[in-house]
């Protein structure tokens, strides 16, 4: 087994007035060679928008784009004709495939968005693009809720890639184990709330852990109603 540590206050910051954002790894303006990507996850972005502002239109392509509302609403509209609000409570993706340009606002003008946005590198390159918005819906309650696979037709979005991406909710004391979903992928844990060991690596609010060469990790929370974002990627690309 091997593992990577990332605490939340060693990742890149930018601060644009209208925009606060984190970056556990590299992008933009932020540059650490040995934060490049944890296998095929590039972007993991902890973003917040100011009322009314936002990122206007912007092209990308061959990169599987996920947002994740965790406080207020965003915007979207893109060049495949969709126009629509993500809130908090559900999952947007974005196969950006042969080439997309999109843009993304907060819907409300007096309070901040806050959201994650994750890239991935896709399993294929210039696929037709598609958009697609869930809501998150399940127990998450001291299990694992899938929000995100490579397959059609079962729970959350999916993409054009071999990963999963789960939610957890977890009481004070909890344990379990995690079971990788597919031989040669790693796992890399995001603290969204509270505290948990993951593996025996003490954890905290936004802090980032990558387990790989494992098929199997222990999670304990260790405060009450620990929230963890579980992606379940590729290592090779």
Do not use: C
Request: no cysteine; net charge negative.
């Amino acid at each position: 087994m091997k593992t990577i540590f990332h605490q939340a206050d060693s990742r890149g910051f930018a601060n644009h007035g209208w925009l606060k954002s984190h970056h556990t790894f590299s992008f933009a303006n932020y540059y650490n060679p040995e934060r490049i990507h944890f296998g095929t996850l590039r972007v993991l972005n902890d973003d917040q928008v100011s009322g009314g502002m936002g990122f206007g239109a912007h092209p990308h392509d061959n990169m599987e784009i996920i947002s994740i509302p965790l406080e207020g609403d965003l915007e979207h509209k893109d060049s495949m004709g969709n126009h629509g609000i993500i809130r908090h409570g559900e999952i947007q993706v974005m196969s950006a495939g042969t080439g997309v340009v999109h843009s993304e606002f907060n819907a409300n003008k007096e309070k901040d968005v806050k959201f994650l946005q994750i890239w991935l590198f896709p399993r294929e390159r210039n696929v037709t693009p598609r958009y697609d918005q869930k809501k998150i819906d399940g127990d998450q309650n001291n299990q694992f809720l899938q929000i995100l696979s490579p397959n059609q037709n079962t729970e959350g979005v999916w993409i054009h890639q071999d990963a999963w991406f789960s939610l957890t909710t977890m009481d004070q004391d909890f344990e379990t184990t995690y079971d990788v979903k597919k031989n040669g992928n790693g796992v890399y844990f995001f603290i969204l709330e509270g505290s948990a060991e993951i593996v025996g690596q003490e954890m905290e609010r936004r802090d980032g852990l990558g387990v790989w060469e494992t098929d199997k990790i222990t999670v304990k929370s260790t405060s009450d109603s620990t929230k963890i974002l579980v992606m379940d990627v590729p290592m090779e690309m």
